[in-house]
């Protein structure tokens, strides 16, 4: 192999060492969205890792064979896959068989077409390879891969018609929202050049170097802000996470910003605050004796969230702990009361946002542990 071979295979395992680790982070009620996320990166590192074993020829070796022509599986899951996780972070929508196994029917299609190929054992592989009899197996076509790469076009361009509008007037967030849509869709585009340079006999198949080099440098950028800035991900803006952009916006030297954090959490801790219903902006900011508006600032810079979330988490981590000491003692209604929720509603709601889970579901699974 050569030393840029290497490298790319390098890129390829990191990747896949990525997608491990994001699958396991664990972020409360975005564990879903992460895990999405997680098949999007082995996706993506799966075909670096084809493309760089095809370039080198080790697919025909016997310890490769089962790899070759399943470059077309992460085509066909790339883009659903991407949908899903957009979906998923801008309004929590989850993944339904019923309502869209439409998105895998291209995935569906590859598999059964291609099928004849994969199930052979590794010695008939390789022996036709070696005499050429690939086609009796095997029908491959350009139009197949052409349609897929157009399929991952239209997602992109129905990401960005649809889900931004999501975002209101949050300009930082829709640049980042079509930043990673927009990189999504160099992807794409990179297939579809690629493809239609083949088509005219400019390049070969040999010569889709520029594609993987895409996957990695998108790979790289999509990791690196999603273990460093991983709010972004969750709807939340670069001005609220960025260290120069937040402490400009709150009017705050960092040290002090940092002071005030520790102060509201020391408060959160002793005085629990969150347990009176009627807490509002204000009574938080004369307890720390700022003005109302830093207040604000220091719970969207450091904490990622606005007031209401930040408290209603300190109040479902209450229920969470009334549930699990006095779980059969209370009904539903009284430890939500008692957690400092004004009604029934928004204490299902927002214990199901952080949670992912009901109340109820919740206190069930507690019980059922007990037994």
Same mark, same amino acid.
């Given at each position: =192999?050569?030393?840029? !071979?290497?490298?790319?295979?390098?890129?390829?395992?990191?990747?896949?060492?990525?997608?491990?680790?994001?699958?396991?982070?664990?972020?409360?009620?975005?564990? #879903?969205?992460?895990?999405?996320? *997680?098949?999007?990166?082995?996706?993506?590192?799966?075909?670096?890792?084809?493309?760089?074993?095809?370039? *080198?020829?080790?697919?025909?070796?016997?310890?490769?064979?089962?790899?070759?022509?399943?470059?077309?599986?992460? =085509?066909?899951?790339?883009?659903?896959?991407?949908?899903?996780?957009?979906?998923?972070?801008?309004?929590?929508?989850?993944?339904?068989?019923?309502?869209?196994?439409?998105?895998?029917?291209?995935?569906?299609?590859?598999?059964?077409?291609?099928?004849?190929?994969?199930?052979?054992?590794?010695? =008939?592989?390789?022996?036709?390879?070696?005499?050429?009899?690939?086609?009796?197996?095997?029908?491959?076509?350009?139009?197949?891969?052409?349609?897929?790469?157009?399929?991952?076009?239209?997602?992109?361009?129905?990401?960005?018609?649809?889900?931004?509008?999501?975002?209101?007037?949050?300009?930082?967030?829709?640049?980042?929202?079509?930043?990673?849509?927009?990189?999504?869709?160099?992807?794409?585009? *990179?297939?579809?050049?690629?493809?239609?340079?083949?088509?005219?006999?400019?390049?070969?198949?040999?010569?889709?170097?520029?594609?993987?080099?895409?996957?990695?440098?998108?790979?790289?950028?999509?990791? #690196?802000?999603?273990?460093?800035?991983?709010?972004?991900?969750?709807?939340?803006?670069?001005?609220?996470?960025?260290?120069?952009?937040?402490?400009?916006?709150?009017?705050?030297?960092?040290?002090?910003?940092?002071?005030?954090?520790?102060?509201?959490?020391?408060?959160?801790?002793?005085?629990?605050?969150?347990?009176?219903?009627?807490?509002?902006?204000?009574?938080?900011?004369?307890?720390?004796?700022?003005?109302?508006?830093?207040?604000?600032?220091?719970?969207?810079?450091?904490?990622?969230?606005?007031?209401?979330?930040?408290?209603?988490?300190?109040?479902?981590?209450?229920?969470?702990?009334?549930?699990?000491?006095?779980?059969?003692?209370?009904?539903?209604?009284?430890?939500?009361?008692?957690?400092?929720?004004?009604?029934?509603?928004?204490?299902?709601?927002?214990?199901?946002?952080?949670?992912?889970?009901?109340?109820?579901?919740?206190?069930? !699974?507690?019980?059922?542990?007990?037994?």
């Amino acid at each position: =192999m050569t030393t840029w !071979e290497i490298i790319l295979l390098f890129l390829g395992f990191q990747a896949l060492l990525l997608s491990f680790l994001f699958f396991f982070k664990r972020s409360n009620s975005f564990n #879903y969205a992460n895990r999405l996320f *997680s098949l999007f990166l082995f996706l993506c590192g799966w075909s670096i890792i084809y493309n760089t074993l095809y370039w *080198s020829k080790k697919l025909y070796e016997p310890s490769f064979i089962h790899l070759n022509f399943t470059y077309v599986i992460p =085509m066909s899951l790339i883009g659903p896959i991407f949908f899903f996780y957009i979906r998923n972070s801008t309004n929590g929508i989850r993944i339904s068989l019923q309502r869209d196994i439409i998105h895998f029917v291209p995935f569906l299609f590859i598999v059964l077409k291609y099928s004849p190929y994969y199930f052979l054992s590794s010695s =008939m592989k390789l022996a036709a390879v070696g005499n050429k009899s690939l086609l009796n197996f095997i029908q491959p076509s350009d139009w197949y891969e052409i349609g897929l790469v157009l399929l991952m076009a239209i997602y992109g361009i129905y990401i960005m018609i649809k889900y931004t509008k999501y975002f209101g007037n949050d300009a930082d967030l829709k640049l980042w929202t079509r930043a990673i849509t927009f990189g999504y869709l160099g992807c794409a585009l *990179s297939f579809i050049v690629f493809y239609a340079l083949l088509l005219t006999g400019i390049l070969t198949t040999e010569q889709d170097y520029h594609i993987t080099l895409f996957l990695c440098i998108s790979v790289l950028i999509s990791a #690196y802000f999603a273990f460093n800035f991983p709010a972004i991900f969750y709807g939340k803006s670069l001005g609220e996470i960025v260290p120069f952009i937040k402490y400009k916006k709150t009017g705050l030297s960092e040290s002090y910003s940092n002071e005030l954090k520790e102060n509201l959490l020391d408060h959160m801790l002793k005085e629990k605050p969150f347990l009176n219903r009627e807490l509002r902006l204000d009574d938080l900011a004369d307890a720390l004796g700022i003005g109302r508006h830093h207040a604000s600032q220091i719970i969207n810079a450091h904490f990622c969230t606005n007031f209401f979330d930040f408290i209603n988490l300190y109040r479902v981590e209450e229920a969470i702990r009334l549930l699990e000491e006095k779980g059969s003692a209370l009904n539903l209604a009284e430890i939500g009361f008692l957690s400092g929720f004004n009604n029934t509603v928004s204490f299902n709601k927002a214990f199901k946002k952080n949670t992912g889970v009901t109340p109820s579901k919740f206190r069930k !699974e507690i019980m059922s542990d007990n037994l």
